[in-house]
C-alpha cells in the first residue's frame, strides 16, 4: 500500500482535515529535494520565504523556498480520485516521495505506474541531488 499525500502544500482537499498546516521550526516535515522529490527533514530554522531544513539521515543542512517546498507528513490514509496530484511514498525507500497524477484507483495500478515512472527517469532507487 502507497502513502499519499495532496500535491499542493498550501491548499487543503475534500478528504484532508480543514486544519491549516502552518510550520515551525522543529517541525519534522516532508521537504524538496532534487527536481522531483520531497523527502524527510526536520525545520532548523526559517527567514522570509527560506528554510534551513536537515534531511533525515543527512549531515548536513539544506535551504528550501518557504513554505512553497515543505509539506506535512501524512498521518493517516487520503483518498484520491483520477485526475488528482500527489506524493506518493516511494515503496522501497520510505523516505523519499515521488509526485504524480493519478491515473486511476484501484489497487496495483498506482504501484505499476510509479514503477513506470522510475524506469523513465533511469533511477529507480537512486537520489536525484542535494539541496532545493
Known sequence: MLNLSPANPTSSSNSQSSTPFNPKVG????????????????IKAIEGDRATVLFDGAAKEDEVKFPSQIMAIPTAPVKVAAGDYVLAQYPFQKQMWIGGRVNSVGGANRQREIQQHQRRLGRAG????EGA
Open 27 to 42: 517541525d519534522h516535515v516532508l521537504a524538496r529535494w532534487g527536481n522531483e522529490t520531497y523527502e524527510q527533514a526536520t
Open 126 to 129: 537512486e537520489h536525484v541531488g
